[in-house]
């Protein structure tokens, strides 16, 4: 293939691919926060600076993800109390992860052939919607950037013939703090690291300093984030129990989400990777040996605890789209042996059938599902918001309020976020009788009274 006419189709892949994404994720836009966002700006808006700094220095804090309270506390203090800005960064982010994907792949397989079709599948998956349409999961997706950043850095040196410089290792370093920042999904990244020196590389023992270093940062990351005052150490949801049942069921729900189905069972799960893994065993791929890793390693922080969303497939989502590209690559090169000429043709050709195919998978699971879970607590704090505001424009500093009633459990901190959010103001007082046991405190305690009947708030003090 002449330059020219590579150029022309890697430019119309690029585009192909962005529009793609786009399509399926451009109504996020418009979405409002949610309550995590009200819990996780707050935390993030009511520290002091310089300890949300010192955080994503000293990696090892028990500071809950710094990385992503730093990208809350920075949005916040730019465009305040709207969700746009923090959509289009988001959204913005996850184009930034497109093109490391792209890199990823072609540094993994060496063909951008598989890149191509690579970033296609990466670009949307429905089951993991969250990670387009909730600013919570904004931590996935600055893992992924952190994480595929250090991973790309790290290998393209490696493929070169060399060892990382002094620039580029202390670059490798700089991101793989920052993804252990964002997320703990990190840790992986040393072992994948290592997978990819024993695939590929060749060398003494000496070669292996680098991931050897990131892996022992994971030991103090480790003691930090599971003893102490630790969110991570001190929530049941992030509790682990390291038991066969729980790595099966989870891995059961986790295949449910990636390929679309709802009857896949621990057994037949653990035969799935396990066919997964015979495959590039018998036909010696190291591709599909890394993609395999990077699925399995790539989930293993979340395979022993309760359940969570499809997003934190958002890292191993990688693994599982160079896998299928690998193969579907491979594919095409054993039937066009005799006539390598119509291999451009044919590759366009299998390009654009994935894409409509995967397309038209991704706009049917949409259409059967509407989601009301992920679209109905956005507009539950919108709502307050707009209301609230619409009622009492203007709080003085310090205000005493209470509601007797709001359309949120008795368990969320939500109302309490939203109000001190929205004004601005950490100094508000915001009680509420679902979090008092039934009893009803005296008005004359507070300048404001509101209350919440038929999906309207109601002012009833002063």
């Known amino acids: 293939m002449r330059p020219d006419q590579r150029r022309l189709l890697f430019g119309l892949t690029a585009a192909i691919v962005l529009a793609y994404y786009l399509f399926f994720t451009w109504r996020s836009v418009g979405l409002y926060f949610d309550p995590d966002d009200m819990m996780n700006l707050y935390l993030a808006w009511s520290k002091p600076l310089g300890q949300v700094l010192k955080a994503n220095i000293f990696f090892w804090s028990d500071f809950y993800r710094p990385m992503g309270a730093l990208f809350y506390r920075a949005i916040f203090a730019a465009g305040g109390f709207n969700p746009l800005p923090f959509r289009l960064l988001c959204l913005t ?19 951008e052939r598989v890149a191509a079709l690579a970033v296609l599948m990466f670009a949307f998956h429905p089951r993991l919607l969250e990670v387009w349409c909730r600013t919570g999961v904004i931590y996935d997706l600055l893992c992924f950037t952190f994480f595929y950043a250090a991973a790309c850095l790290y290998i393209s040196a490696r493929r070169h013939g060399g060892f990382p410089g002094a620039g580029r290792v202390a670059a490798i370093l700089v991101c793989f703090i920052c993804a252990l920042n964002t997320k703990e999904m990190a840790v992986a990244l040393p072992v994948i690291l290592l997978g990819y020196e024993l695939l590929f590389e060749r060398g003494g023992w000496r070669r292996f300093w680098l991931v ?35 790595f099966g069921h989870s891995w059961a729900v986790y295949l449910n989400y990636i390929l679309m189905r709802e009857t896949i069972v621990p057994w037949s799960a653990m035969a799935i990777l396990g ?68 291999r451009t043709a044919l590759a366009c050709a299998v390009f654009i059938l994935v894409g409509w195919r995967f397309g038209k998978l991704n706009l049917h699971d949409q259409r059967v599902d509407p989601r009301h879970w992920l679209y109905d607590p956005p507009f539950q704090v919108q709502s307050m918001t707009a209301q609230m505001r619409a009622l009492q424009p203007v709080l003085p500093r310090g205000a005493r309020m209470l509601f007797l009633e709001d359309a949120f459990t008795n368990k969320e901190w939500t109302p309490y976020f939203i109000m001190k959010l929205a004004w601005h103001d950490d100094t508000l007082v915001v009680d509420r009788t679902k979090m008092m046991d039934g009893k009803v405190p005296e008005w004359k305690d507070y300048q404001y009274v509101f209350t919440y009947e038929s999906g309207r708030y109601k002012q009833l003090k002063p």
């Open 212 to 246: 050897a270093v990131m892996g022992a940062m994971n030991i103090p990351f480790f003691a930090g984030k599971t003893r102490g005052a630790s969110l991570l150490a001190n929530n049941p949801l992030y509790r682990p129990e390291y038991s066969w049942d729980r």
């Open 93 to 111: 982010i996850g184009i930034v992860n497109i093109a490391l994907c792209f890199w990823f792949a072609r540094l993994a397989s060496g063909s």
């Open 275 to 342: 066919v997964l893994l015979a495959i590039a065993v018998v036909f010696r791929s190291r591709q599909l040996l890394l993609a395999w890793l990077i699925i399995v390693i790539g989930t293993l922080p979340v395979s022993f605890i309760p359940y969570r969303g499809g997003f934190v497939l958002y890292i191993s989502w990688a693994g599982w789209v160079l896998y299928a590209a690998v193969v579907l690559v491979a594919a095409q090169d054993l039937l066009l042996r005799k006539w390598p000429r119509y």
